[in-house]
């Protein structure tokens, strides 16, 4: 099944499911599948390896990755709340991926660093920086969590953040 063939099951800002899919379909047409997959994979493969760079910070850290993921339903851009619903839509919950599971923030950089590229190329300049801040957003909301709420950002998150931000073009 193509992703812009991907029955919806939740309604994309408050519209009713048939708008909503026509709204993620119009959304999604610009973009291959595998080029979707990309886009739709990132924001929990960021949660996945923002964790593990710390996994101490325990599952609050985890949770606060998935809301901050779930936040891009209320997003001022389409292509956020498209990929929103694409993420919801999964019947299995996981994120597909063009090449397996991410093991690491290298391959994490590479692939936010294709995505930007992508966005360049094919997406609104206003939808592109509004993803691009999205991804950035969620990988910070992990990296702030943890155990000790409000205590600074560790220097290695920091670091991460910085290369992260610099890969999706925020730099």
Do not use: K
């Amino acid at each position: 099944m193509l992703a812009s063939e991907v029955p919806m099951s939740h309604a994309v800002a408050g519209e009713p499911p048939a708008a909503a899919h026509r709204a993620v379909s119009l959304i999604v047409a610009p973009y291959s599948a595998a080029e979707w997959d990309l886009l739709s994979s990132l924001p929990n493969w960021t949660v996945v390896v923002s964790f593990t760079q710390a996994p101490e910070r325990g599952v609050a850290a985890g949770l606060a990755g998935l809301d901050a993921v779930a936040a891009g339903r209320s997003f001022d851009s389409d292509l956020v709340r498209a990929v929103v619903a694409t993420i919801y839509a999964r019947h299995d919950g996981s994120a597909s991926a063009p090449r397996g599971s991410l093991a690491d923030a290298a391959e994490l950089l590479a692939v936010a660093r294709a995505a930007a590229r992508l966005l360049e190329r094919r997406a609104d300049p206003a939808d592109s920086a509004a993803y691009r801040q999205w991804v950035q957003s969620v990988a910070a909301r992990v990296c702030r969590a943890g155990p000790s709420p409000g205590r600074p950002v560790a220097r290695s998150d920091r670091r991460f953040l910085d290369r992260l931000g610099d890969a999706l073009g925020l730099g």
